[in-house]
């Protein structure tokens, strides 16, 4: 089973183009069940549906959340397809095992007024208050997954045409910039980053005070500190910052459909979501749908 899991993680990583994380999270699903298979001498060429039911249920028994089975399975199911097609087993044995329903929660958002709050407390006096500042205003302007931000390199951004090109695996999707991110963005670009690097090799838009490539961990704490700053008692995340800007241009009268193109979701259905917050009163379309645009 090692062998085929690695030929497998190998398949999926090579045909589709999947990120890091994701790839991530197929390898630490399939190597979970590998325990699992293993631990009850099952055979995982020979296993059956009530074998796989009988994994999601004890995932469930250990409080698993619905999303996390429901990945489970999706991993499952791609790996024995692999199986299918590569003539090792005959039949998929996840074929009409259901995903458990998952409940759509509503996503933490900030108000305007908090998110004003937030962005206007890096100051431009130091290098790294310049790059904190363009940071939060790019993350709250784009809506951009945090792991998407720190894999920007400076060649994504078209500061004349004011967009970002984000790329997510083998997908690409532009998004345009607000005049105040795009300002912010310039001071630190201009005056700021190429203090920072210490290797002009170096691709990455933003950077640490050591010149490498900010981590996730690196932009967790940049919002905690500031959210600290401005004395919110909301939790903040970067996905917080994601949801406060759909939300923000659906109120503002954006087109879904324009929002779903920009937060790179395949389904309509994700975007939705955000539906619950429209104001009736805001429907019209506005002049300029983002806050700070």
Avoid at 192 to 206: P, S
Avoid at 207 to 232: D, S
Avoid at 255 to 273: C, F, N, R, Y
Wanted: hydrophobic residues 35%.
């Amino acid at each position: 089973m090692e062998k085929q899991i690695k030929l497998f993680l190998e398949f999926i990583q090579d045909d589709k183009k999947l990120s890091n994380n994701t790839l991530q999270s197929y390898r630490r699903d399939i190597m979970q069940y590998e325990e699992y298979v293993e631990n009850n001498r099952i055979n995982y060429l020979k296993v059956t549906k009530n074998d796989i039911t009988n994994y999601l249920n004890i995932l469930s028994e250990n409080n698993k959340k619905s999303s996390t089975i429901s990945r489970n399975l999706a991993s499952i199911r791609s790996f024995y397809q692999f199986l299918v097609r590569n003539r090792k087993i005959k039949q998929d044995p996840t074929e009409g095992i259901a995903s458990p329903k998952i409940e759509k929660r509503a996503p933490s958002i900030l108000s305007s007024k908090e998110i004003e709050l937030l962005l206007e407390q890096p100051k431009d006096v130091d290098l790294k208050g310049i790059r904190d500042k363009a940071m939060l205003e790019f993350a709250y302007a784009t809506g951009m997954r945090v792991t998407e931000i720190i894999s920007l390199d400076v060649d994504d951004v078209n500061l004349e045409e004011g967009y970002v090109t984000c790329k997510n695996g083998s997908k690409k999707r532009n998004i345009p910039l607000g005049t105040m991110s795009l300002n912010a963005l310039k001071e630190y670009i201009e005056q700021a980053r190429n203090v920072l690097i210490r290797d002009e090799k170096n691709k990455a838009l933003f950077v640490n005070i050591n010149g490498k490539r900010l981590t996730r961990q690196g932009v967790w704490k940049i919002i905690k500190y500031y959210k600290e700053q401005a004395h919110i008692t909301k939790d903040i995340t970067p996905h917080v910052l994601r949801h406060s800007f759909a939300t923000h241009l659906l109120q503002n009268g954006a087109d879904l459909k324009a929002i779903q193109t920009m937060l790179g979701h395949s389904d309509i259905s994700s975007t939705q979501v955000y539906m619950q917050f429209q104001d009736e009163s805001l429907k019209n379309v506005y002049r300029k749908a983002h806050p700070r645009a």
